[in-house]
T-cell receptor, first 114, second 116 residues
Framework: ETGVTQTPRHLVMGMTNKKSLKCEQH?????MYWYKQSAKKPLELMFV???????ENNSVPSRFSPECPNSSHLFLHLHTLQPEDSALYLC?????????????FGEGSWLTVV | AQKITQTQPGMFVQEKEAVTLDCTYD???????LFWYKQPSSGEMIFLIY??????QNATEGRYSLNFQKARKSANLVISASQLGDSAMYFCAMIGITGGGNKLTFGTGTQLKVEL
């Protein structure tokens, strides 16, 4: 069983919908991340949270809104998305956000925007 | 800035054979870390192995070993005794340790297919 769990695993939403992706880590880590994996493109870092504070926002459009209520949970709120936002969204965690800490990923949430 | 290059979009290997997946990198950081991840069709990104730039010995984890050649800036993954369950996408990634933040830069991946 993975130490990082994501729900839902699959989501289909219309462009006017509002939905959220949820991530929970059971590893006692202090840093959490959202990555986006589009077809035929390298994984892209979206957000980094360290001790519940956002430390990185990688030029992500405002239609993606992260929330980190505590060090174990991370959300990605989605609203008015575009079809090109369809991708696999991967949550990850590491012991800290200090470079060199191994990053452990969840199973991903497959998002389709129609 | 860091860059990872994986030149093999797809690889085939027979069961029980060894296979090498290529990875070259470019960075201006003096200190960095290299990772390999496996991604099955389910989507989960599974950590396999890590090599630090100052590690003198090549990393090994079970059937996985990392052939680290610093002068050539390559960090190839070797999988010994391939199994059908090894069929997946494999990503090479790196972190610049002297840079800011724990941010992985990924390559485009290699799709490995293990055949009977």
């Amino acid at each position: 069983e993975t130490g990082v769990t994501q729900t839902p695993r699959h989501l289909v939403m219309g462009m006017t919908n509002k939905k959220s992706l949820k991530c929970e880590q059971h590893l006692g880590h202090n840093a959490m991340y959202w990555y986006k994996q589009s077809a035929k493109k390298p994984l892209e870092l979206m957000f980094v949270y360290s001790l519940e504070e956002r430390v990185e926002n990688n030029s992500v459009p405002s239609r993606f809104s992260p929330e980190c209520p505590n060090s174990s949970h991370l959300f990605l709120h989605l609203h008015t998305l575009q079809p090109e936002d369809s991708a696999l969204y991967l949550c990850a965690s590491s012991q800290s956000a200090v470079p060199g800490n191994t990053i452990y990923f969840g199973e991903g949430s497959w998002l389709t925007v129609v | 800035a860091q860059k990872i290059t994986q030149t093999q979009p797809g690889m085939f290997v027979q069961e029980k054979e060894a296979v090498t997946l290529d990875c070259t990198y470019d960075t201006s950081d003096q200190s960095y870390g290299l990772f390999w991840y496996k991604q099955p069709s389910s989507g989960e990104m599974i950590f396999l192995i890590y090599q630090g730039s100052y590690d003198e010995q090549n990393a090994t984890e079970g059937r996985y070993s990392l052939n680290f050649q610093k002068a050539r800036k390559s960090a190839n993954l070797v999988i010994s005794a391939s199994q059908l369950g090894d069929s997946a996408m494999y990503f090479c990634a790196m972190i610049g340790i002297t840079g800011g933040g724990n941010k992985l830069t990924f390559g485009t991946g290699t799709q490995l297919k293990v055949e009977l």
